[in-house]
């Protein structure tokens, strides 16, 4: 099962919006809506940010959102903080005898 | 307070065993599937294992499937790891995670180190 495939870097000034891209296959990103996001500081462990492709855990701010569009799911940042720089990662549940697959994490960069 | 501890970490020749344990508390730990989850130095997160509530199903990544074995302890409220025959590329931080729905992993300890080297 190879790593869902997303951007190394994405970078943004406080207050605009970004987009994390996650492209996986039909087996895993494509067939379900089970995509989630996590967050993850350095020397910390990951923190939960969205699940089921769009469904936000309590105490996440709803500046954080998800999406997905055939194979290719979406992780959207609005009003970029100083605080959101971090390293994000996908997953998803997949279809072969594993049944979870990691992005290959994207670090945010606040200008 | 929902918390998990891991624990059991630490260096080990190649070729070596390693057990790690995950102690729960604040939870219902019986009623949850659990993970393992890795992340070698400066790279990205790797799903190791996955041990359902009742320990019916349990599963591998190929990387590691023939040398560990993911157990657990609902009367204890723990999750194992043993690790044998480790190689250098098994060098990580290890954590425990539970799992919400079927693809959220929504509580994360803070991770045991295990290093492999001679």
Request: proline share 4%.
């Amino acid at each position: 099962q190879s790593a869902l495939t997303q951007p190394a870097s994405v970078s943004g000034s406080p207050g605009q919006s970004i987009t994390i891209s996650c492209t996986g296959t039909s087996s895993d990103v494509g067939g379900y809506n089970y995509v989630s996001w996590y967050q993850q500081h350095p020397g910390k462990a990951p923190k939960l940010m969205i699940y089921e492709v769009s469904n936000r855990p309590s105490g996440v701010p709803d500046r954080f959102s998800g999406s997905k569009s055939g194979n290719t799911a979406s992780l959207t940042i609005s009003g970029l903080q100083a605080e959101d720089e971090a390293d994000y990662y996908c997953s998803s549940y997949t279809s072969s005898s594993t049944p979870y697959v990691f992005g290959t994490g994207t670090k945010v960069t606040v200008l | 307070e929902v918390q998990l501890v891991e624990s059991g970490g630490g260096l080990v020749k190649p070729g070596g065993s390693l057990r790690l344990s995950c102690a729960a508390s604040g939870f219902t730990f019986s009623s949850y599937s659990m993970n393992w989850v890795r992340q070698a130095p400066g790279k990205g997160l790797e799903w190791v294992s996955s041990i359902s509530s009742s320990s019916s199903y349990i599963y591998y990544a190929d990387s590691v499937k023939g040398r560990f074995t993911i157990s657990r302890d609902n009367a204890k409220n723990s999750l194992y790891l043993q690790m044998n025959s480790l190689r250098a590329e098994d060098t990580a931080v290890y954590y425990c995670a539970r799992v919400i729905s079927l693809d959220a992993f929504d509580i994360w300890g803070q991770g045991t180190m295990v290093t492999v080297s001679s």
